[in-house]
């Protein structure tokens, strides 16, 4: 059991791997739009600029959300090696991965608004329940942390070494 117990590093560090080179590939896919949005040579109308901007703004979000999930799970997983049994720790990791989920539903929903009403307006329900969703997590979130809290108050030293920690995965970086 142990011998298994040693290959979630390993899976940790493929996934996020993964997911920063997804992220770059993404920022290489929206560089060509933006590329191809601006060069005046290629013909596009206005609309059709605007569209791929638009198009562009969407694959940086997601980008950054893949490279934010990247590097929560080195820092937390494989630096910090850290488990899920205190407080602290569940609230830190929901956090960062709450945080980028909200940001980026939020662009989303902007996104979707800007490109629906001007291509369909009968759409705009889709962009306003993706809005709906990013207010819903937030709101969900700041009743996760209450609750957490509480919790934390509990276990003053979990707190304490998640701290300890902080400071030895930040010098570790210089």
Request: glycine share 4%; net charge negative; proline share 3%.
């Amino acid at each position: 059991m142990k011998h298994l117990l040693k290959l979630f590093p390993i899976g940790h560090l493929v996934i996020s791997v993964m997911f920063i080179v997804s992220a770059f590939a993404l920022l290489a896919f929206a560089a060509y739009e933006l590329f191809n949005a601006v060069l005046p040579m290629t013909g596009r109308g206005m609309s059709s600029r605007i569209d791929a901007v638009l198009h562009t703004i969407a694959l940086l979000t997601i980008a950054v959300a893949a490279l934010e999930l990247g590097q929560t799970i080195v820092e937390e997983e494989i630096q910090r090696a850290s488990t899920m049994s205190s407080p602290s720790r569940v609230r830190r990791f929901m956090s960062r991965f709450l945080v980028v989920l909200v940001v980026a539903l939020s662009i989303e929903a902007l996104v979707a608004v800007f490109r629906f009403t001007r291509d369909d307006p009968s759409l705009l329900p889709y962009a306003a329940s993706i809005g709906f969703m990013a207010a819903a997590l937030l709101a969900a979130w700041g009743v996760f942390i209450r609750f957490n809290f509480v919790a934390e108050q509990l276990e003053p030293e979990a707190l304490a070494a998640a701290k300890e920690e902080d400071v030895k995965v930040e010098n570790a970086g210089e």
